[in-house]
């Protein structure tokens, strides 16, 4: 869906990004004044110093997006102009077209078969895949050291990212270095680089998600495994759960960081113009997500620990009966919703959060260990919130892992401009779950 080789670094890459991500435009007769605004601000901007501090760092992200609704470009510029980002327009191309290979790659080879057979189906109640079993398993990127859940191994996790994101890049600067660290680690890593950058229907990119918790239960020997989501990588899953039920008994947690499970009322993209069917089902109420929801799917299937934020500037509403992050429990599965303002009122880890910083939160990092190291969710009870609630990041992560972070956003821009696949509808639902 992509057109990576002939990709330029020119600033009419960049200013082409507005079709679909800029500042949203009354009428279309002033597209042409403002490309040549946004022409103007692009060339003025320069590589700006990055923060000193994790706390000015905090203090410019919330300057920049409190109380504000600002579009994915829009964002994206302010924090190149920041110095919050580590890539710039300029170089931001030479790191797309890198993507596809080494720890980004979804065509990897998983020579490991299973001793029993997941695919067409695990299950006669699962849904049909739509994808070959090859195209469902090379999606799997499995690091070297993996352990395949040997005898005293830590617990295999399942690491699924965000829309406009491979899963390397969503979680490079947050948990696959704490679950790689050992003096972090509660957890064995792999993680979905799911085709498209997440940006196809969500109801494909959840059969790459059921297809990898049966697969590799089976080749870690019938062990569970954990899954930890973020923003569209926990609808994937919840997908996955009601319409692939075989994958349920295969997973003792799952971790839900920054979730729109009921979508979100904020438009990242200016609503006339065609976007990836991902942007359409991620709408608040959109089909997708009454869809997802119906019939107890607005409940957790799994054992799930919801991490959220009240100023998340993607995913809302975030407070009241409509909340968009918190799940229900009418299945008796266990459901530990959470948003960090709640937890820790006033201190650091419950202070101005975005939707990508729930998985550098230090909170956020406490209850998944808690989840996934017991028996059941993860439980505030458990935790000293004193002491939780005093950091800014998780332990170990650095500045520059927070940066990395925010990558994110510029990425997710670059790659829906590029999405071959956009339309105005999104897409119909499968017949299975009609």
């Given amino acids: ?72 470009f829009d964002t994206a510029t302010q924090l190149i102009s920041a110095g919050l980002s580590s890539l710039t327009w300029d ?31 695990a299950s006669t109640g699962d849904a049909p895949y ?34 406009g994101n491979p899963g390397y890049v969503t979680f490079v600067g947050t948990y696959i270095k704490l679950l790689q660290n050992e003096e972090t680690s509660f957890g064995d890593p792999v993680w979905l680089n799911i085709p498209g950058y997440e940006l196809d229907d969500l109801q ?15 080749i870690c020997g019938n062990r569970s495994i954990a899954v930890m989501g973020y923003s569209q990588g926990n609808l994937d899953s919840q997908w996955a759960y009601k319409y692939w039920p075989s994958t349920r008994a295969h997973v003792t947690d799952h971790v839900a960081f920054s979730p729109g499970f009921r979508g979100t009322e904020i438009t990242q993209i200016i609503s006339w ?17 009454l869809a997802t929801r119906a019939n107890g799917g607005d409940s957790s299937y799994v054992p799930t620990t919801v991490i959220y934020s009240l100023t998340d500037e993607v995913v ?19 459901v530990t919703n959470v ?22 939160n230090p909170l956020a990092y406490a209850l998944a260990r808690d989840a996934v190291l017991n028996n059941g969710t993860g439980q505030l009870s458990r935790l000293d919130l004193s002491s939780v609630c005093r950091g800014y990041l998780a332990p170990t992560l650095t500045l520059e892992d927070f940066l990395l972070t925010e990558n994110n956003v510029l990425v997710a821009a670059v790659l829906t401009l590029l999405y071959d696949g956009k339309s105005t509808m999104e897409p119909a639902i499968a017949d299975y779950a009609k």
Avoid at 91 to 117: F, Q, T
Avoid at 325 to 330: C, E, G, V
Wanted: proline content about 7%.
């Fill in 1 to 72: 869906m992509f057109s990576l080789p002939g990709l330029t670094r020119s600033l009419t890459l960049l200013c082409s990004i507005t079709q679909v991500l800029g500042t949203p435009i009354d009428t279309r007769s002033n597209i042409t004044d403002y490309f040549s605004s946004v022409e103007s601000d692009l060339k003025s901007l320069a590589v700006q110093t990055a923060p000193s501090t994790i706390e000015d760092a905090f203090s410019k992200l919330q300057s920049i997006l409190d109380g504000k609704n600002l579009t994915l």
């Fill in 91 to 121: 170089d931001v191309v030479s790191y797309i077209e890198g993507l596809e290979s080494g720890l980004a790659s979804s065509s990897n080879v998983n020579s490991r078969e299973p001793s029993v057979a997941v695919y067409p189906s």
């Fill in 130 to 163: 739509s994808f070959s079993e090859d195209e469902l398993r090379s999606a799997i990127y499995i690091p070297g050291n993996f352990t395949y859940g040997a005898s005293g191994a830590p617990q295999p996790i399942l690491l699924v990212g965000g829309t």
């Fill in 204 to 218: 494909k990119n959840a059969e790459y998600v059921a297809y990898a918790i049966n697969y590799l239960s089976n």
């Fill in 273 to 289: 113009v065609p976007q990836p069917p991902a942007w359409l089902q991620a709408l608040y109420d959109s089909n997708f997500v």
């Fill in 316 to 334: 809302q509403p975030q407070f009241g009966d409509g909340a968009s992050s918190p799940l229900k429990d009418a299945h008796g599965a266990g």
């Fill in 339 to 360: 948003r960090v303002q709640d937890a820790c009122p006033g201190q650091a880890a419950g202070g101005f959060y975005t939707h990508e910083g729930i998985p550098y």
